[in-house]
């Protein structure tokens, strides 16, 4: 199948397809003439990145996982290492949100949000006066 119809199965665009390709993440044969041609495994491959990309795997863990995919003597092991080092960033990632969180209330909350000049978010923006 053509690039457009990958497209349409996997729900990925034509132009994140050429990308997965021009990375090497994805490799469709090339027919005598050129053009890509995508087969069902391939469609299905890129369906895997996709859902494994919505999950907020980088591309390296990506291709990673992807080898692991194809790889029938894989160890469940690796997998669960790869997806084990990523939940640990995003539970990083979500203390660090709540702490911006935090400030950020804070800061809100101690404005009046008035005609005055004076502003508390302003304030803690600019840092400790020199």
Known sequence: MNIGEAARQSGLPAKTIRYYEDIDLVVP??????????????????????RARGLGFSV?????????????????ADVKAIAEGH???????IEELKAL???????????HGDHRP?????D?????EH
């Open 29 to 50: 044969r090339r027919g005598g003439n050129g053009y890509r041609s995508y087969s069902p495994t391939d469609v299905h491959k890129l369906q895997f990145v996709q």
């Open 60 to 76: 390296q863990n990506c291709r990673t996982l992807l080898s692991l995919y194809e790889d029938e003597n894989r160890a469940s």
């Open 87 to 93: 939940l640990a960033e995003i539970e990083a990632k």
């Open 101 to 111: 969180r935090h400030t950020l209330k804070h800061l809100v909350d101690n404005c």
């Open 118 to 122: 004076h502003c508390p978010i302003i």
């Open 124 to 128: 803690g923006l600019a840092g400790p």
